[in-house]
């Protein structure tokens, strides 16, 4: 059973146009994220929700838009595509646990969208 | 902000050495993850320290953290082949929720 699914796997598009990618989580987790990954592999926080609630809002252009239905699934919408764009666009999940100390999220992670903008 | 650190980027080695990776950062953290990435897949969870003088194992991988140094390691001994891959790690910085990746580590090994 996948953990994290990602669709699509690859998307191309031209400049201009809007895309959406969608992610949904099995693992019943609180907690989502989406991350981008560009060329040289360096990896960036965008956004996180917390049961269907934004958390974390990096400096993203408003051109991105992440919407969570339900706590199982985060989806990515990108308005106006730019040449900038292109990057892989991996989409994660955690849970905060508790331990002696402290606690942890450990994030597992989707197979990732390659997005490419001609 | 939280700045991490990772040295070497790139790191090409022979089967059967050791060598280390070492993962910098800024602020306050006791909570360090290592993810590995094989070439266009996504990021698996290997290791997460959770405080000061933790040591974790996972066949030829140990992962240490000392935090008051900031600084973290990953060693490989004996390397072979399959553990060719980019190795991140990523910090929290205070907030659970959010962690903050290093640049990544590409290693080849060498048959």
């Known amino acids: 059973d996948t953990a994290v699914s990602q669709t699509p796997k690859y998307l191309v598009t031209q400049m201009g146009n809007d895309k959406s990618i969608k992610c949904e989580q099995n693992?019943?987790?609180?907690?989502m994220y989406w991350y981008k990954q560009d060329s040289k592999k360096f990896l960036k926080i965008m956004f996180s929700?917390?049961?269907?609630?934004?958390?974390i809002n990096e400096t993203v252009p408003n051109r991105f838009s992440p919407k969570s239905p339900d706590k199982a699934h985060l989806n990515l919408h990108i308005n106006s595509l730019e040449l900038g764009d292109s990057a892989v666009y991996f989409c994660?999940?955690?849970?905060?646990?508790?331990?002696?100390?402290?606690?942890?999220?450990?994030?597992?992670f989707g197979p990732g969208t390659r997005l490419t903008v001609l | 902000e939280l700045k991490v650190e990772q040295n070497p980027l790139f790191l090409s080695m022979q089967e059967g050495k050791n060598y280390t990776i070492y993962c910098n950062y800024s602020?306050?953290?006791?909570?360090l993850y290592w993810y590995r990435q094989d070439p266009g897949k996504s990021l698996e969870s290997l290791f997460v320290?959770?405080?000061?003088?933790a040591v974790k194992q996972e066949g030829r991988l140990m992962a240490s953290l000392d935090t008051k140094a900031r600084l973290s390691t990953l060693h490989i001994t004996a390397a072979v082949h399959d553990l060719s891959a980019t190795y991140f790690c990523a910090v929290a910085p205070g907030i659970v929720d959010k962690i903050i990746f290093g640049k990544g580590t590409r290693l080849h090994i060498l048959p």
């Open positions: 602020t306050t953290s006791d909570r």
């Open positions: 929700y917390n049961n269907k609630e934004l958390i």
């Open positions: 693992l019943g987790h609180d907690t």
């Open positions: 320290l959770l405080s000061n003088g």
């Open positions: 994660a999940s955690s849970q905060e646990i508790w331990r002696e100390g402290g606690s942890y999220n450990e994030q597992f």
